[in-house]
């Protein structure tokens, strides 16, 4: 840690899946930085590290205002985001030329990216190439990740806002799912390639004794014959049977239950998911005959800013507010993160993680939370996750539609 | 209409699908007729109409009257639906036989039906029948429907519900779907079978300049290679395409476009839909190249209480309301409507319509309210729309979740 005041630039940059909230952690930077006095100017990357590699640097300065501080309740990265994997500056530093050259084009002194598991990375490797050639750059992870999957944080910015929507769907088609004199079995799909936080979430809604019957996680091994007895059972038991389950539930040799149906990757060769939901209700309706309902979530879930949770953009816009005054305090290559504690209340302690530990680490549901028949989560899920979505939102509204941020986009020449 | 005081009970039943408003409707008759002098009861039939033929009357009075007010909030029927086809009265009287025995043991003088076009012809018919053989009571349909085709009404409750959360949705994956440095098309499927209004309704977000780019709706004949063609040209041109498509698309020959990946049919015969979304996101994904999601937004579109309108829970609530009022003063054989002026600010004035001209008959969108491509929707629906959907909803929240009602259902002796 320097404890001299550095005097420059900075920039933010988005990157990887939105979120609700990811634009309150880059208005939290935004704003912080625009009011510090050694920083002199404030860019948004458009579309992340790709565009720093192209140039394209927006002014922040020539917002509004108002329009900036609506970042805290619209969806989706308002900079643009990314998906580009950046190479290792030891095997390849054609990038990394690139970034210094704009760097010090626009003398910019503090990077901060916005993003999951492989910005974080590519935050690391930024970090780690600028140190290498000496220049004095301070960098900064601000997490965002609807997957709850990144290391040694207790959550991640945009888990709760998605885990909030989601319990309160399953409220929803729980009460619609049980309207009937005819039962029915409602399987839903929800995000999350390899954690099961997001499915795990929907047990929320079993507060108030709207929760799915059954929780099926990719923490563990998939079977679909107990699945199918699992569901079965219930069925018969309460003439109703409401399922959660993630997209990345897989068998024990490893492939995923979707697999058969999907083709392409996305840039990281992640395999891409979908139409799980629709092929296990196929599976139920040929072994039950009852009606079945498959419901995928799909986007819905990672951008419903009109339900987020008040805690999660509170903390959202924190963590950005942290990593400027820390950057500017001295420190470099950490992310910022949360120590909370549930004991007397929920409390939430903002905390700094070396990028080096963080990056491209998937912290997981502990197996400890996952009942031992593999269909459900403990109670001390529900203790961990339900703090999280409390709070009063009050969403900016216009004409009984959100009210999102416009921004100008004016490039820096 | 007689004007002698009615004295005796009421009964309400809840029938077909549900929607985010029909338990204001419900509650609208509840309360009113709890606190009418000449209704000396106040049952809730479970299940509709199948409720009353087993004799499954619940006695309103001994519900907690906070739980009752969270009606308002609360989606999906709480009373229990059915979706029982009833017999023509002048076929088969055995159903009505049976009905007006139950109607007699229990002194019932007032029937409030709470549904769409199938329940208003079932609400029809026995009205017909208790003329038919001199037995006093006031009949009354009670509007619902997200579908919004009820014959001669304005709008129907329910609509500018879900018309306001497919709006809100459109809004925020339109965010979502721009966000990345490469395009992407996204095909979002709404409710609709043979009319296009909730599709429609997307069009709304556009208010915002987050609107689909087409829409596409079943009063007029879909063509494939048109579709893919207008798509294809958005995505050439702006690098990404977001599109409204209904269910109950079809070609000229009326076949459903979703037709060949489905089977079975609900109790009414008609065909059950859905998978379309997936269906055309192959198709243009074939076409394209381009990256391709759709979505289907399923029963959240109808359940979400939590993103209800205002506006719309206020007239929900005054249906029902204004049906107790009416039959008191009564009238008899009618279903409740709204008249509406949007010249000078919006108003509704709640009008009587005969239920024999309601019955069945599918109010669609009308044909100059379509642009003439047939990919898009006029300026006048998005002035008859947008009104529905204002309003300040005060939800009833509890830890970050809604607060549902919960009614403990006691059966009458």
New interface residues.
Partial sequence: MSNNKLIGAAVIGQSGG?SSVINASAYGVIKTALEADCITAVYGAN?GI?GILNDRLMDMSKEDPAELELLLH????AL?????KIADPEKDDTDYKRILEIFKKYNIRYFFYNGGNDSMDTCNKVSRYMKSVGYECRVFGVPKTIDNDLFGTDHCPGFASAA?YI???F???S???????KGMI?IIECMGRHAGWLTAAAS??G????GPDLIYLPEVDFDMDRFVADVSRIYKENGNCIVAVSEGVHYADGTFVSEAKTSGTDGFGHAQLG?LA?RLADVVKAATGAKV?G??L???Q??????A???DIEESFNSGKTAVEAAIAGETGKMVGFKCDRENGYKCEYVLFDLEKVANFEQKVPLEWITEDHSNVTEDFIRYC?PL????LVMP????????A?LKKVFAE
Wanted: proline share 5%; hydrophobic share 30%.
């Fill in positions: 939105p579309h790709v619209t969806p989706s990265s643009g985001s990314c998906r580009y909030k319990a309160t769907s409220m929803e088609v009460r619609d799912s049980h309207v009937y004199d409602t929320l809604a507060l108030s004794g709207d139409g629709a309902r419901i995928e799909s986007l819905l990672r951008c419903a800013a009109h339900c949770s008040a805690t339900a979505i409390r709070g009063d509204m216009e004409n009984g539609l959100p009210r999102f416009k």
